[in-house]
């Protein structure tokens, strides 16, 4: 028993029972949604890193000085990519309020109800395009680059090409806004969401047990970082939902790949796609 609860990722489900009060406290404070998402966001990042410092699943994965450099500079220019999706939304939800004056049916659901279907369709999207992303060559060009490394840490949760971000934050936001949910369900949700990225790329030793039935685990993640191809799963981050009914969910309690990084036919796809 005691090496069960030895063996939890206790820091990810932390952060995670964290997210409640952060949210009610800065939204008591006044906080915009930038600063609750920027800050918490980088509150996330640190906590994790500090927990991979003492807990490592595997020590060569820890990242190097020139890599956290690497990883800084993506997290600078992904933060001006996520300000200028933001901006695209913010036009588009101004162009929608002035045809649509009614809310949508989202605005009449209670939180309780409001948030797990926001989760759900605010990683549908998100989901599609990154199968897609595995398959199709000119996307699979800008989404290689999250996959290159042949290692796994919090630090490099964040890098990403611009576009991947640009289009998963469209992906996310836009049906939120066309089914009129409240400001700080979406709130609520893009922080969970945005928190578990990090957290699911995190090299911490311990896994969420029957949790990662649930939300998404860096013990799922992992796989879908896997250079063998066939188990290069679980598309989803935030939740494992749409693999579940997709059929990509691949669970391996206490495993973990053999080698990180891209696959043969990934490589080989990206070399072509990089010569055309
Ligand atoms: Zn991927």
């Not at 490592?56 to 020139?66: I, S, T």
């Not at 009449?108 to 990154?130: D, I, N, S, T, V």
């Not at 800008?142 to 611009?162: C, E, F, G, M, R």
């Not at 990934?266 to 072509?272: D, K, L, V």
Request: aromatic share 10%; proline share 7%.
């Amino acid at each position: 028993m005691q090496t069960r609860l030895r063996s939890f990722n206790w820091p990810h489900l932390l952060l995670l029972l964290a997210l409640w009060p952060y949210a009610a406290l800065t939204a008591a404070a006044g906080w915009s949604p930038d600063a609750v998402l920027g800050a918490g966001t980088l509150g996330a990042l640190l906590w994790l890193m500090l927990w991979e410092r003492r807990l490592p699943q595997h020590q060569p994965w820890q990242a190097l000085p020139a890599e956290l450099a690497r990883d800084g500079a993506f997290l600078g220019i992904n933060a001006v990519a996520e300000a200028l999706a933001s901006a695209l939304l913010m036009g588009l939800g101004i162009y929608w309020a002035r045809y649509h004056a009614t809310p949508g049916w989202a605005a009449e659901l209670p939180p309780l109800l409001a948030l797990p279907l926001a989760l759900a369709l605010g990683e549908l999207g998100p989901f599609a395009l990154h199968r897609l992303a595995h398959s199709r060559p000119w996307l699979w060009r800008i989404h290689s680059l999250h996959h290159h490394p042949a290692k796994l840490n919090a630090a490099n949760s964040v890098l990403a090409h611009p576009l991947n971000v640009i289009w998963n934050k469209l992906a996310r936001v836009l049906p939120w806004l066309l089914l009129g949910f409240e400001p700080q369900v979406m709130l609520w949700a893009a922080l969970f969401i945005q928190v578990q990225g990090a957290a699911v790329h995190a090299n911490i030793r311990g896994s969420l047990g029957p949790l990662d039935w649930l939300i998404g685990s860096a013990e799922l993640h992992r796989w879908h970082h896997s250079a063998l191809e066939g188990e290069a799963q679980n598309y989803g981050t935030a939740i494992p939902l749409w693999d579940q009914l997709f059929g990509s969910y691949l669970r391996r309690p206490r495993a973990q790949p053999k080698q990180l990084g891209l696959y043969a036919r990934q490589a080989e796809m990206a070399t072509n796609t990089l010569v055309a």
